[in-house]
């Protein structure tokens, strides 16, 4: 499964923004799907995950209640959107899966578990 995430781009604190995570296979929608972030210097962390029908997520607590993680009824796409950015939310951000189909999903994840990476898209934010 290849993933591809949209464009970040250069923000003001306080402002939003909505990035997607694309997969290149029908399989895409069988899978839940994490975002992760890494800082500069930092190791990449979890933010959020949906599960593959699209009714039950989990966020870090860095994002919760100013990150939405969704999953339109076709499941061809998920979206991370992002309220309220602020300076720290500054990372390149990835989606990512690990292919298996399941209906359970987990509070967290680790970067090492997942088998499908889309290209990092960077998200600055400034103050």
């Known amino acids: 499964v290849q993933l591809q995430a949209s464009e970040g781009g250069l923000v003001q604190a306080g402002d939003s923004l909505r990035l997607a995570c694309a997969g290149s296979e029908r399989t895409f929608s069988d899978y839940a799907i994490v975002w992760f972030r890494q800082s500069p210097g930092k190791q990449r962390k979890f933010v959020a995950v949906i599960n593959w029908r699209g009714d039950l997520t989990y966020y870090a607590d860095s994002v919760k209640g100013r990150f939405t993680i969704s999953r339109p009824n076709n499941k061809i796409v998920v979206y991370l959107h992002m309220n309220n950015l602020k300076p720290e939310d500054t990372a390149t951000y990835y989606c990512?899966?690990?292919?298996?189909?399941?209906?359970?999903?987990?509070?967290?994840?680790?970067?090492?578990?997942?088998?499908?990476w889309g290209e990092g898209t960077l998200v600055t934010v400034s103050s």
């Open positions: 990512a899966t690990d292919g298996i189909k399941r209906n359970q999903i987990y509070s967290d994840y680790a970067p090492v578990g997942m088998d499908y």
